[in-house]
Each structure stands twice: as C-alpha cells, then as structure tokens.
C-alpha cells in the first residue's frame, strides 16, 4: 500500500472547525470559508476539499469521484470509510474539477418528499474571489452578494438556472480553490 | 476466539502470513512489553501519524451456541493507530490494533509494524521473543488448568 497523507491532526475539534466553517458557508452565501486543516492534502483533492470529505463524509455516503479527483480514492476509503458511487446519480456527495463537471442534472437532485437526499456537489475551481462579476440574491444574503468564481465551463449557470423550476429538488455545490471554499446552496439566485 | 475472513487475493502469500503472524502477536502482547521491545531498538527512526491513536469499539462474533451460527455477542474496546516512517516518501505504513484504550501501546505496535515492514532484524528478533513468552503464558496457564483436570474414565457405561 502507498504511504498515505495524514488526516486531521486532532480529529474531533478540527471536524468540527471544518463543520462550522461550511455550514457558516452555507448559511451565508457569498462569504469565503477558510480551512487550515488537514497539513498535508491527497493527490487529487485541495485543502477545502479534504476537509470537507473528512468532516462530512462517512461510511454511510456515497462519493464520485470526478477523474482528475480519482487519485484520492484510497484516502478517501482509509479515512472516511467511504464507499465509492459508480454514477454521479447514485452519489451523496460528489468531487470533481470545474472543467470535467458533469452535466449538473446528472447528480442526483433527491426528491419532493426528501430533498435533502441530493448530491451535494464540491467543484474545485481556479479561483474563488469576493467583489467579482457574479450577483448573488436569496435566504442568507441580505441585500447582495458579489463574487467571483473562475474557470467554469460555458453553459454552466444556464443549467443551474434550469434547476431552480424544480425547488424543492435541487444541488447545492460548494466550490472550493485550494484552502477556500464557497457554498452556493439551491436557494440562491446568481445573475451576470 | 477469533474468526478471521481470508482475503482470496493474499491467502497462502508467504509475506502476508508473516505480516499476520506478526500483527498477532503485537495484538497479543501484553502493555509492558511492547514498551520494552520498543526500549530494546534503541533510536526509532522518525515517524508521523496517518491516523493519531484513537479508542473506538469492535464488534466480537463467534460461533458460541451449540449450533455453531455467527453471533455477536459483545464488544471491546480496541484503539488503533497509524504511523508513517519518514525518510522516504514511500515509507511503510505501520498499524498497530490492540485492546484497550493505551495510546502508548498502539503507537508501539505501529511502529513495530512498520519497522518489520522494513525488513528490521531487531524487531524481527523481538516478535520472536514476544510469541516465545506468549507460548509460555498459554502453557503455564494450561498446566495450571492440568492438575485440576477429572478424568471420568470409571464412570464407563455398563
């Protein structure tokens, strides 16, 4: 077997630092999420990345793996004790970089009756900024929100926007670049 | 009482065997003396966790009824580690399983792990001590249980 990259170093305080730090992300759009932990990071993943598959995901959750993420699946399976989806459907959570991004409706969007159930999709991209191009509307932000997010593929807020029509279903997608993430949960409307 | 699952990929490989003939006995030892196998090598070389020394439960199965079915019938508490030998980026990896919620003894376990791993004679040469004395604890036990043995041959149906 490989050597493999540490973990958190205090599992229990770092998990839940991670945890605060994402769901404080998800309960205000357009702030950036700073993660400090793991020290070393696997191949394949970046920081914000790896701690949020070590803080949410389990033995109980489904991951895809986007390909250039793939190198990270035995990390993944020594330290999360996570089973490996074979489809993007049949994922809980899903990795993947901006630029291989599956086709959004792919994912699975959970149902009327258990929404919740959705994948929730963390897109490692270039650059994550605030002040940039993009308006961001909805819970969480009390007037508006300006960020910038680099590097995503054409057509890709056109087939987000095609998901809105079908709230309660829905992604929400974390996008992360290197130790920074940004959630963008179902409910929150991006113009530009 | 262990039931252990024979993985068909490695079954019968000579390394492997050796591998689990040692993971035995490092799961076996008794606390002290892992710390003094550990004492006996001297300098360890450095290493860094992959997983820090943490406590957790095991589910216990054995064939206990008459019947001979699977049954789970407890639990215990085993801590666990992982440690990686700095030096080299492709370093062993050491494991370390044992009973009980000694950090200590599960960090020394790993670390012998992956110093056997790396084909180390001293810590070769403690496994064999350490089975050696274990040999000596079953068998000083069974002679104990000896003298309080009853034979029923008398009691021979007519």
Not at chain 2, 41 to 56: H, I, K, W, Y
Request: net charge neutral.
């Amino acid at each position: 077997m490989r050597a493999m990259e540490a973990g958190f170093a205090d599992p229990v305080s770092d998990a839940q630092a991670a945890f605060r730090a994402v769901l404080d992300a998800m309960a205000r759009p357009g702030r950036l999420a700073h993660f400090a932990a793991p020290a070393e990071v696997p191949p394949g993943l970046g920081r914000a990345a790896a701690a949020l598959a070590l803080t949410l995901v389990d033995m109980d959750t489904a991951v895809w793996l986007g390909p250039a993420c793939a190198p990270a699946a035995d990390w993944l399976r020594f330290h999360c004790s996570a089973r490996l989806a074979a489809s993007p459907a049949a994922a809980r959570f899903a990795f993947a970089t901006a630029g291989e991004c599956p086709p959004l409706a792919q994912f699975d969007l959970g149902t009327n009756e258990y929404p919740d159930q959705s994948t929730t999709l963390v897109l490692e991209v270039p650059g994550l900024a605030r002040g940039g191009a993009l308006t961001l509307r909805g819970p969480g932000i009390e007037t508006v929100e300006h960020v910038g997010i680099a590097g995503l593929p054409s057509g890709f807020w056109g087939q987000r926007d095609m998901l809105h029509e079908l709230f309660p279903r829905g992604l929400d997608i974390v996008f992360v670049a290197g130790n920074t993430a940004l959630a963008l949960p179902r409910t929150t409307r991006v113009e530009g | 009482m262990t039931v252990s699952v024979p993985d068909p990929a490695t079954a019968g490989d000579p390394a492997t065997a050796a591998r689990q003939r040692w993971m035995r006995v490092l799961a076996k030892a008794m606390p002290g003396e892992l710390a003094a196998a550990c004492a006996a090598l001297g300098q360890m070389p450095r290493a860094a966790f992959v997983r820090p020394p943490e406590t957790g439960l095991a589910l216990l199965r054995g064939r206990i009824g008459g019947r001979g079915a699977p049954f789970n019938f407890g639990e215990a508490t085993v801590t666990r580690c992982v440690v990686r030998l700095e030096g080299d980026a492709a370093g062993p990896m050491g494991f370390g399983y044992v009973m009980g919620r000694d950090k200590n003894r599960a960090e020394q376990a790993a670390m012998l792990d992956a110093l056997l791993q790396r084909g180390n004679e001293g810590a070769a040469r403690q496994i064999d001590k350490l089975e050696a004395a274990q040999a000596a604890r079953i068998a000083a036990q069974a002679a104990r249980a000896a003298t309080s043995k009853v034979d029923f041959f008398t009691l021979v149906r007519e």
